[in-house]
């Protein structure tokens, strides 16, 4: 079972003349590098909880007004270590104008956008409020959308019931976590936030828009619910991804271009990912269950699975499981 692990910081806890740089240092690296002009500095204050909640995040903030610009420089580490998470953002209380590329957005409580922290941004609070974020990996979203750039930078307003229901389930999840940080169903999380980011792309008008994906969008989505399909062969290859959805080897390139991974390393990201998940959810048997696990997911040779892994994650895969039951 995993646990409830908060990281948190509250300008409250510093003194005031540290409190504009300690806040900007920690939404940095939660986000991305940012810079926050309070519309009163004297009076600034300003609150972040996050955590990681298997590959998804849920980030709580409050902040007095103020205007917070990025210019998408540098990802922070939490918000996305490989450079490829979307956030759902979701006003919880007050209301923000928020603005990325071409889109610029009033919104109030209960809407919501979904962004992507590796573009610049911009967003301005005239009063106290509190948003919250909903980390999305890159991987998450080519499962159950197909062209990611179409559901960037839509308002998706609070009064639309599968937006409403979405907002319950996030602010719920909150007030789980919260009160019962060691529940057995925390476990399950990751999959109901999962759940909830399809609730919102197939039960919006994101529908429409999501029906008229390019071609090489259309390639990529058979590609990867073959590879998804697949992840446990060992003889899974690149070429027999595009010989069994129909393209050649050169479409199914191109079409992965877009999200900054090839095919490969997708394959890759995905046997890994699914380690990991089958790691946390063994016993303490030693090598040999990590061996099993690594002949499950497709590899076939075990030391070539422990070096991938230990990249990935920074530690080796029994060290993993360690740390992350404690």
Known sequence: MLEANWQEFSTASV???????????????????????????????????????????????????????????????????????????VVDHGGCNLSQDKWDLDLAAGDMVIRDLARPWRNLSAQTSGLILVKVPFTTV???????????????????????LAASVIRAS??????????????????IL??????????????EDLGKSS?????????????????????LSVTQVA???????????????????????????????????KILGSSDNGQARITDIAFDTGFNDVSHFSRAF?????CAPRVYRSLHRH
């Open 142 to 164: 080519l499962k159950n959308v197909s062209d990611p750039e179409r559901i960037i930078g839509r308002r998706l307003s609070g009064r639309l019931p599968p937006v409403a």
């Open 215 to 235: 071609i090489a969008y259309t390639v990529r989505r058979d590609a990867v619910a073959y590879i998804l399909h697949h992840l446990n062969d060992p003889e």
């Open 174 to 191: 909150r007030h789980a976590l919260l009160t019962d940080p060691d529940g057995e169903w925390y476990d399950l999380l990751g999959d």
């Open 15 to 89: 003194p005031e003349a540290q409190r504009l740089r300690r806040w900007n240092e920690f939404g940095s690296d939660t986000l991305c590098e940012m810079v926050v002009d309070p519309v009163d500095r004297s009076s600034f204050n300003a609150s972040l909880k996050r955590i990681d909640v298997g590959s998804m995040g849920l980030v709580f903030m409050e902040t007095s007004p103020a205007t917070a610009l990025s210019s998408a420089t540098q990802i922070g580490n939490w918000a996305s270590p490989d450079r490829d998470a979307l956030v759902l953002t």
């Open 194 to 207: 999962s759940d909830v980011f399809r609730l919102v792309c197939d039960g919006t008008e994101l529908r």
């Open 310 to 314: 230990s990249r990935r994650f920074g």
């Open 243 to 277: 010989d069994n959805i129909g393209v050649s080897m050169r479409q199914l390139q191109r079409s992965f271009a877009s999200c900054g991974k090839t095919p490969r390393q997708f394959i890759l990201d995905q046997r890994l990912e699914l380690a990991a998940k």
